[in-house]
């Protein structure tokens, strides 16, 4: 059984090697452990730090591409390499080590394909009021996008089994953390969480600039998930809405009609008759989308499946070696 554990790092010299060395060096029911990170176009020595240090594998990109990128760029590798399980953790050394016997545990007993680190958000002191309650919010929608009970979405500290990291896509360019859940409550991963703890800041998030920033990427990622993986849902509620405040607004000209003081009330009319065909138009998009789902499913699984071929045969020949 080999764990991969994997670090993206944009510049990361300062941190990487506290980080790294928090790491564990054994766990009972792993036989192998290596370490894997992703060099997102870094313009410091973070490759030489990770190289000095003892990094079984190094990803690296040209040019920063994004956490997204980097995290399947990253999955691909250890795949590669023959990674039975795969932790992603940050360079900033942000979660505690020795935890990561906890994420992989779910795993080793059967019990999940996905095991997320809940951090104690309430009692982090380097997070403010608002973050915590935004944090809150936040996976509060990812838990109703996904139909998951996961409680802590935004968390970065993850564990997943081979066949769960085979079968994931990542489509936005932001971060995976939230898309990756909606994706594995649509296909019905095994997915769970457990109570991790984390460590002091040493450096300020990189991954957004602002508190309104974050907002607006996380609300857009999440939308434009739960339009890709419940297509149907989404439009069809927005249709269904649209429709029934249609059908009120006719129905109150109706009244009005009828009693015969339906002068002065034609816009509402005309506002009613706008509504309805924008619901059932919507619901229509709803329909089409969803048959566009059912495609996308049938080549994730063509995917998947080629993905095993591929990622099977370079673990066998690394085993061979």
């Known amino acids: 059984m080999k764990l991969i554990i994997q670090i993206p790092c944009l510049n990361e010299a300062e941190t990487l090697e506290i980080a790294l060395n928090d ?7 792993i ?30 990109f040209k040019k920063n591409k994004g956490l997204a990128k980097g995290f399947m760029a990253g999955l691909d590798a250890c795949l590669r390499a023959g990674a039975d399980i795969i932790v992603n953790t940050d360079a900033d050394n942000q979660y ?62 993850r564990a997943y089994s081979r066949e769960a990291a085979m079968r994931l896509n990542v489509v936005n360019e932001y971060t995976y953390t939230l898309e990756t859940i909606v ?18 800041e040493l450096r300020a998030s990189r991954l957004f600039n602002s508190m309104f920033g974050y907002i ?9 998930s739960f339009m890709m993986y419940r297509p149907l849902r989404f439009f069809g509620g927005l ?9 009120i607004l006719g129905v109150r000209y109706l009244v009005f009609f009828f009693t015969g003081s339906a002068a002065g009330h034609v816009q509402s009319l005309i506002l009613a008759s706008t509504l309805i065909m924008m619901g059932c138009m919507t619901g229509i998009i709803g329909l089409q989308a969803d048959i566009i789902a059912a495609n996308r499913k049938i080549l994730e699984d063509v995917q998947y499946h080629v993905r095993k071929l591929d990622y099977d045969q370079a673990k066998k020949n690394d085993d061979n070696n």
Do not use: C
Request: hydrophobic content about 40%; overall charge neutral.
């Open 23 to 29: 790491l564990p060096k054994h766990i009972d029911g």
């Open 239 to 247: 249709g269904i809405i649209m429709f029934l405040l249609g059908l």
């Open 31 to 60: 036989d192998e452990i290596e370490y894997l990170i992703i060099n997102d176009g870094s313009t410091d020595n973070t490759v030489e730090v990770a190289k000095n240090w003892g990094v079984h594998h190094v990803v690296t």
């Open 96 to 157: 505690v080590g020795e935890d990561i016997e906890k994420l992989v545990r779910p795993i080793l007993d059967g019990k999940a394909d996905i095991v997320i680190g809940e951090r104690p958000i309430d009692d982090t002191e380097h997070f403010s009021p608002l973050k915590k309650k935004l944090q809150h919010i936040g996976s509060w929608t990812v838990r109703v996008a996904s139909n998951s009970k996961i409680p802590d979405a935004p968390s970065g500290f």
């Open 183 to 200: 994706q594995a409550g649509r296909e019905k991963m095994a997915m769970t969480s457990v109570p991790i703890r984390t460590n002091g």
């Open 216 to 224: 607006k990427k996380s609300m857009v990622t999440i939308i434009r």
